[in-house]
Nanobody, 123 residues
Framework: QVQLVESGGGTVQAGGSLRVSCAAS????????LGWFRQAPGKERELVAS????????YYADSVKGRFTISRDNAKNTVYLQMNSLKPEDAAVYYC????????????????WGQGTQVTVSS
């Protein structure tokens, strides 16, 4: 069973950048596709980006395409989300999650979740 711990959230001005990280333990990291989700108050949780277990393939939601980059370091058991050109509507709690190796992985197939990290974007 994989345990996931996010870090790197905080407050940034609109137009700024932030990188959130997620460290995994307790399992074989490269056995999982990984994703970043976010949930803003009053809104449903949405899949923002996901990455293949090999790192070779990525998916991005249209709302973040061209601004966010997901990456992973299997040697460090860590997945990252680099967020550039942040907008107030990007403010949310960001969660990382691990899912099965099949690709693409549906948002409903993610099994393991972190506790989340808050990202606030000031205008």
């Amino acid at each position: 069973q994989v345990q996931l711990v996010e870090s790197g959230g905080g407050t940034v001005q609109a137009g700024g950048s932030l990188r959130v990280s997620c460290a995994a333990s307790g399992g074989s990291f490269s056995d999982y596709n990984l994703g970043w989700f976010r949930q803003a108050p009053g809104k449903e949780r949405e899949l923002v980006a996901s990455i293949h277990w090999s790192g070779a393939y990525m998916y991005y939601a249209d709302s973040v395409k061209g601004r966010f980059t997901i990456s992973r370091d299997n040697a460090k058991n860590t997945v990252y989300l680099q967020m550039n050109s942040l907008k107030p509507e990007d403010a949310a709690v960001y969660y990382c999650a691990a899912g099965p190796k099949t690709w693409p992985v549906r948002s409903t197939r993610f099994t393991y979740w972190g506790q989340g990290t808050q990202v606030t974007v000031s205008s």
